[in-house]
C-alpha cells in the first residue's frame, strides 16, 4: 500500500473527492504535499492542472483553516522550481470553472502578472500561447497586465501571432480599445 501523501497525489490527480477528503480529515497537514520529484507541485498545482474544480475548492478551503493556525505558510509554497503558480495550471487544457475558482482566490499583481516557466512566462502570456480565449478574457476582466514582455521581450500580442490566436488577439484589441 503506498503511503499517504502518495495516496492523496493519486487521489487528486484522479479527481476523486471521496479519497482526497478522507485523507485530508485524517492527515491535514498533507494539504500542500509538495512533489519534488516534479518540479515542486503540490496537491492544488495537480487539482487545477487536471481542472478538477471541486478537488481545488476543498484544497483552497484546507488551506485557509491552516493559515489560520500556521503562520510559517507564506505564498511561495504555493509557487513551484521554476516559478509557475496555481493560476498557471488550467490554461493549457482550457479549464475555464477551475481558472475561474483560483481566480476568486489569488487576487492581486503578484499572482496574475507572476512570471514562471522556462521563458518567464504570466498567465495571461500562457493563455495566447495556448490560443484559451476565455481564459484570455478573464484574466484581463481580473486586472493581468497584457503589456508585459516574457523572457524573450515577447509581449502577449507577439505571442497571439507566433501561435495563431486570432480570437485571442479580438479579446485583446476588444479590451484595450
Not at 507564506?74 to 522550481?81: H, I, M, N, Q, S
Not at 488550467?90 to 477551475?98: A, I
Request: charge should be neutral; hydrophobic fraction near 40%.
Amino acid at each position: 500500500m503506498l503511503d499517504p501523501p502518495e495516496r492523496l497525489r493519486k487521489a487528486i490527480v484522479a479527481g476523486n473527492l471521496a479519497i482526497s477528503k478522507r485523507l485530508l480529515a485524517r492527515f491535514p497537514e498533507l494539504w500542500l504535499n509538495v512533489d519534488p520529484a516534479h518540479q515542486g507541485w503540490c496537491n492544488l498545482h495537480y487539482a487545477s492542472f487536471h481542472g478538477h474544480y471541486l478537488v481545488c475548492f476543498h484544497l483552497v478551503s484546507q488551506m485557509s483553516r491552516v493559515r489560520l493556525n500556521e503562520s510559517s505558510l507564506c505564498d511561495l509554497d504555493l509557487v513551484t522550481f521554476d516559478g509557475l503558480t496555481v493560476l498557471h495550471m488550467p490554461l493549457r487544457h482550457h479549464h475555464s470553472q477551475t481558472l475561474h475558482f483560483l481566480l476568486q482566490e489569488f487576487l492581486g499583481a503578484r499572482w496574475l502578472d507572476r512570471r514562471g516557466g522556462p521563458v518567464h512566462r504570466t498567465p495571461l502570456h500562457y493563455c495566447c500561447v495556448f490560443r484559451f480565449i476565455d481564459g484570455v478574457k478573464l484574466l484581463l476582466e481580473y486586472g493581468a497586465d497584457w503589456r508585459l514582455p516574457d523572457a524573450n521581450g515577447d509581449t502577449c500580442l507577439h505571442l497571439c501571432f507566433a501561435y495563431g490566436g486570432l480570437k485571442c488577439i479580438e479579446a485583446l484589441l476588444n479590451y484595450v480599445m
